[in-house]
Structures are given as C-alpha cells and as structure tokens.
C-alpha cells in the first residue's frame, strides 16, 4: 500500500514539474505547477475511481466512447458543410458534437456492460466466468416487508442487487400517501434501502431501465427480468405466479421462511408459552417464534404459562405449518414465566419423590 502512495505522488510531482518546464497556455511559474500538480490529482482519482469498475463496465465504456468518437468525426463533417463558413462556429460546434458523442457513448456502454458475457470469449476473458455476478432485482412489497436487509447482512445473497427506477417511484408514492399506514409502510421501506446499501459487501444499483408501455409495475419487473436474465427477489404470491408463468425465475421470502422453520417430529418435546384457548375442548393455543400455530390437548388451564409438551402431529397448509401436542402433567413440567432460566415446578412425581419418608 506504501508503494502505491509513493509511486502516486511520484506522478503528481512528474507532471507538475512538466508544467513547470514547459509553462503550457504560456502561464508563470506557479501557475504552471498548480495547474501540473491539479492535473495530477485528478488523474490519480480517476484511477481510483476506475478500481471499483468491473471488467464488463471498463471494456463497456470504452467500446461506446470509441463508436461516440467515430459518429461525432462524421457529423462533424455534415456540420462542417452545412454551417456557414464561420471557422469559430464551426471548430466550436464540432468540439461540442464530439464532447456530447463521446460522453453519451461512455455513459451509455459503461451502463450496458454488465450484459457482456466475456467468457464467451475465452482465453484472458474466460475466468471472467466465475466471477459472473448475477443480478437479483428487489419489488416494492419485498422492500417494505424488511426481511431482504436481514438475509444480505448474514451474506446468504451474492451477485448484484437492483432497485429499478419505477420501484422507488412506487416507494415514494406509498411514503407520501394521505394514508398514515400506507405512509409508514413507505417511510420504512426506504429507511429499508438504505440500510441494504450500508452493507459492504452488498452492491447496490439503481436501475433507470423503464417500460412506458407498460403500466403494471409487476408486468414492469418481469419484463427487465426477461432483458437482463436474472431473477426477481419478492414475497408477493401473485407476482411469483404471473412471473412462473412468463419463464422468469423468482426467489420468494416467504418460501425461504417456511424452509427455515423447524422440523418437528411426532414424538418430540418441546417448550412453548400458552396464550390462548383453543377451538376444540381443553386446548390451548402457543405460537413459535416464527409464527407456527402450535395447538395443545390439556392446557386450557395454563394459559400464560410456558409448559413442556410431546408433539402428536405436524399438518402442512397452504398458510404454513400447524404443530398439535399433548400437555401431561404427569410427565410435562410448567415454568415461572418470571423467572424462564430458573427451576422447572415439580409435577407430582416429582414431589412424591421429593417428599421426605416417614422416620427420616
């Protein structure tokens, strides 16, 4: 890291002592070393700029500069027929064609060079291929619900992260709505992004791609999803089969969530806090931290109680999972919800056992 710093300022002071020597725009001394040393700087944070940029972007940028440049050297020979034989006009509206040609290009292929498939290519290109990093594109609805920023900050999510342009729109519609839940769904959702793009090893972009001719912002996704081949990150049911049914790849939370439940087998004991009654005669009803109902015969009775009880069944639903157990007060204990970490109460084995024996 020295070296570089070094070999940095080295070329700073190269340049600035070329100005010095050669006192460009026929400048003073000073002026011509400000005027080397700046130049210098402004070199170096190019380059530094240019660290960040992938290979697919540089070779983008400089494939549209070159064809910027080469459609500015013919219009400028358009130009330099049709403006009236003014030299100032001319040479200034040819510089400003190819300024603007040239700016346009480099914006322009830097953009779309993420699309450029470099280990077609084989050779020095073809290690680009494990490299690739697909991009991953975010919906409204899997922005507000939250749990994308959890899962990017444990690194489960690699490759490119794109917010499309019409999705902060609808973002900022939903923020500013008169609606003060819609508003706060809103407000929270953007508080959301900017957590995901805090992350250091996230990389975030905002896409400008838009479809005017489409007006459903779901029909929106699925057409760039279809441009760039990539998937659509979202927790909306409907948008999951709209996007099966056109051949786009969809990663949907909600699916993830029920993956990473627990597995519960019959037979199993397992701890849970009783917080209501349940339909059916003498149940009670718990919930896991995820969400799973859990509905136990014998507890009625221990509602706000955290108890033990043997798991009996596991149901699947199209809601999610349902757990059924059995409360025992035989073999189950109940616990001080005061005092979770403390001592299981005693059930009557155990105080039969504890009881002190006759002539003790």
Known sequence: MLDILLIRGFFVLIIG???????????????????????????????LRLRDVSLKRLIGSAF?????????????????????????????????????????GLVIGANKGDMLNLAALGGLFGGEKAGTQPFKILDTSVIIDGRIADIAETGFLDGILVIPQFVLRELQLVADSADS??????????????????IPTLNVQILEDDFPQVRE?????IELAKVYTCKIVTNDFNLNKVA?????????????????????????????????????YNQGVAYLDDGT?????????????????????????????????????????????????????????????AAPHPGS
């Open 17 to 47: 002592w070329a100005a010095y020597a050669l006192r460009p725009f026929q400048l003073n001394s000073w002026m011509s070393i400000a005027l080397g040393v700046l130049a210098g700087c402004g070199i170096v944070l190019f380059e």
């Open 64 to 104: 549209g500069s070159v064809l910027g440049i080469i459609g500015a050297y013919f219009i400028s020979l358009v130009v330099g027929r049709a403006l009236p034989q003014d030299q100032g006009t001319v040479a200034f509206v040819q510089i400003l064609v190819l300024l603007v040609m040239w700016y346009v």
């Open 181 to 198: 839940m819609k508003r706060n769904r809103g407000r929270r959702g953007l508080d959301i992004l900017q957590r995901i793009q805090k």
């Open 217 to 221: 912002v779901d029909m929106k996704l």
């Open 244 to 280: 099966q049914l056109h051949g786009v790849d969809v990663l949907n939370i909600n699916e993830l969530a029920n993956a990473l439940k627990p597995v519960v087998l019959p037979g199993e004991t397992m701890r849970v806090f009783i917080i209501k009654e349940g339909k059916e």
């Open 293 to 353: 109902m859990v509905v136990v015969d014998n507890a009625k009775r221990l509602i706000s109680k955290t108890i033990d009880i043997t798991v009996t069944s596991v149901l699947q639903t199209t809601a999610g999972k349902m757990i059924f157990g059995r409360f025992d007060d035989k073999v189950h204990g109940v616990f001080d919800n005061k005092h979770l970490s403390g001592e299981r109460s005693q059930g009557p084995r155990e105080q039969a056992a």
